[in-house]
Each structure stands twice: as structure tokens, then as C-alpha cells.
């Protein structure tokens, strides 16, 4: 592959780069990364390697908005070429943020009368906004930070809170907002959101982080219901903790988040009052409903981890599996599973690791797993990460049902001619008191609508009761019969 010669001339490298092929991100972000890694080996003065690296983070910011269109054409788990974009550009984000701070260090060695803090607080600030772009797009493509991240972050943090730094800059740009964000996006857990909702959150993060308190930690947390904190000296994100540490060499902050919970709520009563517009309100809806839900609630392991080994075969996506349990109901064949290794088991559900050949998997999707031929059951796909330079994910599947069977249903109330849809149906247990369920794709539960149900060659009307589980794709409901109401 062609390489991007590497320049000191300022003219010549910004000439350059704007001819870099953005519409080829794949090629552009190789050869940005190759550039930028080229830098940091030549000797430079610290003034003519900050404009360099601000011509590098201009074609950055171009080369994100080119590949994130590409990437929005693409299923991230079933095209080998939407990986590689992903990853390149993960590199080459990487590559500016190392720079940035290698060219920060340099600045903050210089001493002498007539040196100003001005471009070293500048640069400084870049070097979190890059951080920043690092973070955002390593979570939007469930890709692994470097190591260090966090504590050149935490570094970058305590340099600025020492420096008198903190709030120099534009209104939501000084190195305090930034670093808010950060943590936010830090603690915020998003490997079980589709890439369409992290983008969401990257865009309300502003407003949120805004309201965000850090505070110093100075003895027991109040109320005993626990807190986030971030240890500034660990390279280890914002965590939560049912009770203060005890490490007294550690910098403890406490992230308050209820003024940020107050903006989340705010922005949820407005989308409500506002005039409706279905899927994009729904959709924030749900964004803004699961972020107060993580941190009010954060998730912790409800159950233990046994290691496991061996292969299951793996069908995802509602129709495909749909053809798999009912061949005969269809004009395409089913499916062939693809195989992915078992990591480890819990009672409720598996870590699963390889290569999905033929089969997309996204974070919510829903999958039949069999075992040796013997079905497993029905799972949601909880969270998922891409290894990096490497076609295989790894993803936390949880248990929604021991069996189904492939019908079809629609809304009893519905625009003529609108076909009935793929669907599951989920045997209920009368000893226990749980009904049938039915799982559909969407969002279609409202409580007690109906639902004409084609069983086989038996049609008959429902009425979902309740919710019982959903994802960002699917939703399980249980119904009963209409003729109960």
C-alpha cells in the first residue's frame, strides 16, 4: 500500500492532507495514522510540532464524519471492510492523542522568563478534546482504548487543576467540561446500545456533563446507597462504589450526577409536551429513560462466572431465525449457524467469543443458540466488543427463553395491506403463573392492544398484558386471549 510521505513543511502537509481520499476512509485513515506515528519519531521544536499536529487533528475531525457515513451504510459484524475503518480510524485517533501529549510534555518542560502558559493551557485543552474523540468513537464501534488512557486523562486533569487551568477557554470547552464528558461517556456503560444511540449520547453529553459535580472525596459516602468516584492516580475509569476506599494515597473524586439526572428529566418532559413525532421521540425517549436507569441503578453481576470451553452454533436477527425453527414457512432457505466459542457460563446466560460468518450481531439482537443440536434457547445479545485487527467480537448473551416456535402476527387495527410480521412464540408455564409471550421486532407493545396471531394454520386474537423484556430491537410481551377481556 501507498504510504503518505512525511513532511515538516507546514504548506506542503496541509496540501497534502486535503487531498487525502476521505471518500476512501479505509485508505485515509492508514495513511493519517502512518503520518501522525511518523511525527512523533522526528525532531521538531515543540511551536512547529503543535501547528503540525493541529493540521493532523483538522483531517481527524474530517476523516470521523467520512468514515462514520460509511460505517452507517454497513453492519459493523458482517463487513471485514467496515471493521477496518473502524479500527484504522480508532488508530489514528490514537496516534493524535499521543502526540498531543508527547508534544504537551515537551511545552511543559520549557522554563525561562519569557515563556507563556497560554499555548501550553491551549494545548492542553486539545489534548483532552482529542481524548475526548478517542473515547467517543472507541464506544460508538465497541472498540478497547489504549492502555494508559485513563490515567493520561487523570494526568491531564490534575496538570490543569495544579496550573490554574481548569476553567480557561470557550463554555463548554475548558479542560473542566471536558474532562466531565469524558467521565460521563466513562461511566456510562454503552456496549449494549446500537451505534445510533451512542451517537445520541455523544451529542447530549455537553448539556449533561454541564450539570455533573466533581467533588473532592473527604470521608464516608452519605445516605449509604454508594457513588461513582474516579481514582485520579489509577488508570481505571469513573467506577461505583457501595462505600468510600480507604487508600489515602489515592486522589478520590465524587461524581454527583443528580443535577445531570435533573437536566435528563427536564429533557424528558419536554420531548412528552412537545408534538409527536413517533420514532424519533421513542427513540430519545428510551436513551433518556436507560441513561437515568444507569446511574440511578448502576448494573452490577447479579450471578458468578464459571470458566467454560466448547463451540455452540449461533443464529441471529428475529427472521433468520424464524426460518430456522420453520423451513417450510418461507421462500428462502434457513440459515446455516456460524460457530463461536463459550468463554464462560452463568445461570442465566454466556460469554461468547469468534467469528460470526454470515450472521450479524448487534448489540440488542436476539439469538437462537444450539448445542450439539440441542437448543440452548432464545438470548439477547447484553453487550458486545470488537477485538481490535481482528474480525472476531466477543459478547455477553443473556437468557430470555428455553424454547420458542416461529409465528407470524400484526396489529388487529392496521393500514390495509400490511403483511403480517416474523414472530416468536414463547410457551407459558400455568404452575407458575406466566403466560404466553409473544417476541416481535420494534417497538409494538401498548397495553391490552391487539394482535391478530397465526399459530401454524390457526389464527386467533390477543391482547398483550404486559412487558416482559426488550432490547433496542425486539420487545417480549405476554398476552392472553381477547375473548378473556
Not at 489515592?250 to 409536551?273: F, G, M, P, Q, T
Not at 468463554?343 to 469468534?354: C, D, E
Request: proline share 7%.
Amino acid at each position: 500500500m501507498e504510504t503518505l510521505p512525511f513532511d515538516t513543511d507546514l504548506d506542503r502537509v496541509a496540501e497534502r492532507l486535503n487531498r487525502l481520499p476521505y471518500a476512501q476512509p479505509k485508505l485515509a485513515a492508514q495513511w493519517l495514522a502512518e503520518g501522525v506515528h511518523a511525527s512523533h519519531r522526528a525532531e521538531l521544536k515543540p511551536a512547529q510540532r503543535q501547528k503540525l499536529l493541529g493540521l493532523y487533528a483538522g483531517a481527524a475531525d474530517t476523516l470521523c464524519r467520512a468514515a462514520e457515513l460509511a460505517l452507517m451504510r454497513e453492519e459493523l459484524t458482517l463487513s471485514k471492510d467496515a471493521q477496518i475503518v473502524a479500527s484504522r480510524t480508532h488508530r489514528a485517533l490514537a496516534e493524535l492523542l499521543h502526540g498531543t501529549l508527547l508534544c504537551l510534555a515537551a511545552q511543559l518542560q520549557k522554563r525561562g522568563w519569557f515563556e507563556r502558559d497560554q499555548h501550553k493551557a491551549e494545548l492542553l485543552r486539545e489534548a483532552l478534546r482529542r481524548a475526548r474523540a478517542l473515547l467517543g468513537w472507541a464506544r460508538q464501534y465497541y472498540l478497547p482504548l489504549p492502555k494508559s488512557y485513563w490515567q493520561d486523562v487523570h494526568g491531564l486533569y490534575r496538570t490543569a487543576h495544579a496550573r490554574g487551568w481548569l476553567d480557561e477557554g470557550a463554555r463548554g470547552e475548558t479542560p473542566l467540561a471536558v474532562y466531565r464528558e469524558i467521565l460521563l461517556l466513562g461511566l456510562t456503560d454503552t456496549r449494549g446500545l446500537p451505534p445510533e444511540r451512542i451517537r445520541q449520547l455523544r451529542d447530549a453529553l455537553p448539556a449533561l456533563a454541564d450539570a455533573m459535580r466533581l467533588l473532592p472525596l473527604d470521608g464516608p459516602l452519605e445516605g449509604g446507597r454508594g457513588a461513582y468516584l474516579v481514582d485520579t492516580l489509577a488508570d481505571t475509569p469513573p467506577c461505583f462504589m457501595a462505600i468510600a476506599p480507604r487508600d489515602g494515597r489515592a486522589a478520590w473524586l465524587r461524581i454527583d450526577l443528580l443535577d445531570s439526572l435533573a437536566v435528563l428529566a427536564a429533557h424528558e418532559e419536554a420531548l412528552k409536551a412537545a408534538p409527536r413525532r413517533p420514532d424519533a421521540d421513542d427513540a430519545a425517549l428510551e436513551l433518556l429513560e436507560t441513561l437515568a436507569q444507569a446511574w440511578l441503578q448502576p448494573q452490577r453481576r447479579r450471578h458468578p462466572r464459571d470458566a467454560a470451553y466448547g463451540e455452540v452454533g449461533v443464529v441471529s436477527q428475529l427472521a433468520a431465525i424464524c426460518r430456522h425453527l420453520d423451513p417450510a414457512d418461507g421462500t428462502e432457505p434457513p440459515p446455516a449457524p456460524c460457530t463461536l466459542g463459550v468463554v464462560n457460563q452463568s445461570p442465566v446466560g454466556l460469554m461468547l467469543r469468534g467469528k460470526p460468518e454470515g450472521h450479524g450481531l448487534r448489540a440488542g439482537d436476539l439469538l437462537l443458540i444450539n448445542d450439539g443440536g440441542s437448543l440452548l434457547g432464545l438470548f439477547f445479545v447484553r453487550w458486545l466488543t470488537l477485538l481490535p485487527d481482528s474480525a472476531e467480537v466477543e459478547c455477553g448473551v443473556e437468557r430470555v427463553a428455553l424454547q420458542a416456535r416461529a409465528v407470524r402476527a400484526m396489529p388487529s387495527i392496521a393500514r390495509s395491506g400490511e403483511p403480517f410480521a416474523p414472530a416468536l412464540l414463547i410457551p407459558g408455564n400455568p404452575r407458575q403463573g406466566i403466560g404466553e409471550r409473544l417476541l416481535m421486532g420494534g417497538r409494538a407493545f401498548g397495553r391490552l392492544r391487539e394482535f391478530r396471531l397465526v399459530d401454524g394454520g390457526t389464527e386467533r386474537l390477543i391482547r398483550v398484558t404486559r412487558l416482559v423484556s426488550q432490547s433496542p430491537h425486539y420487545q417480549l410481551m405476554e398476552f392472553r386471549a381477547s375473548e378473556d377481556f
